[in-house]
C-alpha cells in the first residue's frame, strides 16, 4: 500500500510539474525563435574569392543559405559546407538554380580571398566565399546574430569559436535556420522543401 501511494504521490508531483513548467519551456523557446527572426542583417560590401564586391542584394533570391566559419576550422565547417555540397548535389537541376550558398570568413585576418578560393574548391559546387575588412565582417556577423571568440592556443595560435548555424534567407530576409548537428538527410528535407 505504501509503494502505491508513493508512486501515486511522484507521478501527481510529476504531472504537476510539467504541468506547471511547459509553458515556461515554450516561452523561452518562442521568445528564441523570435529573437533569431528579429536578425535582419546588415548593409555591407566586402570581397568574393574573385575579388568582386559583394552586397546584402547578393543574398536576394528564391532561397539564400549564409555560413560563417574559418578555413582554420577544424571539424565543424568543413563537415557543415561538406553538407551543404552534398544538398547541392541531390536536389533537381531547377531547384539548384535557385539556391545559392554564402561562406562568410570570420577570420579575415588568416583568409585571404585567395586562401578562401583554394578552400572552397575542394567542394563540387559553386559556394560563394566572402572576406574583407575585419571591422565590417564583424558588423556582418553581428547583424545576424553571429557571435564569434578567439581562443588562444599555448603556441600562440588561435581558432574561432563561434555560432554555427546555416542561416536560410529569402529574397535576402530570415527564413530559418539549420543547426550544424542536424544530419545530412535532414538538412536536405528542409533545403528541398523550402525550394518548392
Not at 121 to 140: A, C, R, S, Y
Request: aromatic residues 12%.
Amino acid at each position: 500500500m505504501k509503494l502505491k501511494t508513493s508512486i501515486a504521490i511522484i507521478s501527481g508531483c510529476l504531472f504537476l510539474f510539467i504541468f506547471l513548467m511547459l509553458p515556461v519551456f515554450l516561452n523561452i523557446k518562442e521568445k528564441k525563435d523570435d529573437m533569431v527572426a528579429s536578425f535582419k542583417g546588415s548593409e555591407f560590401s566586402l570581397k568574393d574569392v574573385n575579388n568582386n564586391n559583394i552586397t546584402e542584394k547578393s543574398f536576394d533570391g528564391p532561397l539564400t543559405a549564409i555560413f560563417f566559419g574559418f578555413t582554420n576550422c577544424p571539424d565543424i565547417c568543413p563537415m557543415t559546407l561538406y553538407n551543404l555540397d552534398l544538398v547541392i548535389n541531390e536536389l533537381e537541376e531547377k531547384k539548384k538554380e535557385k539556391f545559392k550558398v554564402f561562406f562568410v570568413s570570420i577570420d579575415p585576418t588568416r583568409d585571404t580571398t585567395k586562401t578562401i578560393k583554394n578552400y572552397l574548391d575542394d567542394f563540387e559546387n559553386e559556394i560563394f566565399g566572402i572576406t574583407g575588412d575585419p571591422k565590417k565582417v564583424f558588423l556582418l556577423s553581428q547583424s545576424w546574430g553571429v557571435l564569434s571568440e578567439k581562443i588562444f592556443t599555448e603556441d600562440g595560435n588561435y581558432l574561432i569559436n563561434h555560432s554555427s548555424s546555416v542561416l536560410l534567407l529569402r529574397d535576402g530576409k530570415y527564413l530559418d535556420r539549420i543547426s550544424h548537428h542536424a544530419a545530412y538527410k535532414d538538412m536536405f528535407k528542409k533545403i528541398d522543401k523550402l525550394l518548392r
